[in-house]
Nanobody
Framework: QVQLVESGGGLVQPGGSLKLSCRMS???????????MGWYRQAPGKERELVAT???????HYADSVKGRFTIPRDNSRKTVALQMNTLKPEDTAVYYC???????????WGQGTQVTVSS
């Protein structure tokens, strides 16, 4: 497993934007490139769900609920992945988790989670 450090999150009004960042710490670039990176979220009383993923080759996948509103840029040289969230809705309120899945052994690593609250 690898260590993931998240930043960002907070309170934003509906229609607003927010950016989350995740850095793979204490890892070399080749290690980062061995992982598909992703963001998941978990709202109160609900199961954790996939938001978006991006492979080392920058192939992306988005949940239908966020398509056209969220993007997941990745910087392999800096070992970071972000989640740019636009046109936020109250239903986007959740704890967001950064995920790294090893492409070889499919081991999952998780960040500590960061709260995103969309409310007026």
């Amino acid at each position: 497993q690898v260590q993931l450090v998240e930043s960002g999150g907070g309170l934003v009004q509906p229609g607003g934007s927010l950016k989350l960042s995740c850095r793979m710490s204490r890892a070399i670039t080749s290690t980062f490139n061995m992982h598909t990176m992703g963001w998941y979220r978990q709202a109160p009383g609900k199961e954790r769900e996939l938001v978006a993923t991006i492979t080392s080759g920058r192939t992306t996948h988005y949940a239908d609920s966020v398509k056209g509103r969220f993007t997941i840029p990745r910087d392999n040289s800096r070992k970071t992945v972000a989640l740019q969230m636009n046109t936020l809705k109250p239903e986007d309120t959740a704890v967001y988790y950064c995920n790294a899945k090893n492409d070889h052994d499919l081991t999952d690593s998780w960040g500590q989670g960061t709260q995103v609250t969309v409310s007026s």
